[in-house]
């Protein structure tokens, strides 16, 4: 299994970033994706969830900002990130499952400057 996210950078607060998450190596159509991030000295924590059937879920301080989504064919999902925040600055990652183990994309820079 193998999850390649991109898409991160450098942008001033109130920018925007679409962050991709390759996967390969799965049934890609049945799994469940989420985006995580880790602030610099904070524990990992969720940012957002899709099922196979695009049933999302968001953390509260990313509603109506973010947006998951879903592209079966292509076999990748995507973290559109609207109006961003200084608080926003974090390493990205992409997750799934396979097999009841978790597997862990490498990471993506986003940060946010005021």
């Known amino acids: 299994v193998q999850l390649q996210a991109s898409g991160g950078g450098l942008v001033q607060a109130g920018g925007s970033l679409r962050l991709s998450c390759a996967a390969s190596?799965?049934?890609?159509?049945?799994?469940?994706f989420g985006w995580y991030r880790q602030a610099a000295g904070k524990q990992r924590e969720l940012v957002a969830t899709i099922t196979s059937n695009r049933i999302t879920n968001y953390a509260d301080s990313m509603k109506g900002r973010f947006t998951i989504s879903r592209d079966n064919v292509k076999r990748a999902v995507y973290l559109q990130m609207n109006n961003l925040k200084p608080e926003d600055t974090a390493v990205y990652y992409c997750n799934t499952n396979h097999r009841d183990r978790p597997y862990w994309g490498q990471g993506t820079q986003v940060t946010v400057s005021s």
């Open positions: 190596g799965i049934n890609f159509g049945i799994n469940t």
